[in-house]
């Protein structure tokens, strides 16, 4: 731990041109990924700018994991059903979930009817 506590950190952290200010009032944060989602409650956030950047640091007591129902596919891989399989977005999308993501097992459910 650095003597002079924040003071000294805030001056350190202006001489290499950051800047840190805490987000008041945040209710939640939430981190959505292709499978689940990290629901944060009441956290102190704080953002540290940089010149072009800016990181968030996010602080909490608890947090709470849910898996996705439907998990969620990009663009790019839905796309590359359709055009392989000749398929619409929909059907591109049930298949990839019904074989939870592999695109090539996805493209031969379709195509072996």
Do not use: H
């Amino acid at each position: 731990m650095m003597r002079g506590g924040n003071r000294q950190m805030r001056r350190m952290m202006d001489k290499m041109g950051l800047d840190m200010e805490e987000i008041p009032n945040v209710q939640e944060v939430i981190i959505k990924t292709d499978k689940k989602e990290i629901i944060i409650s009441k956290p102190q956030v704080t953002e540290m700018k940089a010149k072009d950047n800016s990181i968030f640091t996010v602080t909490s007591d608890g947090y709470e994991e849910k898996e996705l129902d439907v998990p969620i596919f990009s663009d790019e891989d839905i796309q590359l059903i359709c055009q392989q399989a000749g398929v619409d977005e929909e059907k591109a999308k049930n298949a990839l979930a019904e074989v939870k993501g592999d695109l090539a097992r996805a493209i031969l459910l379709l195509t072996s009817d």
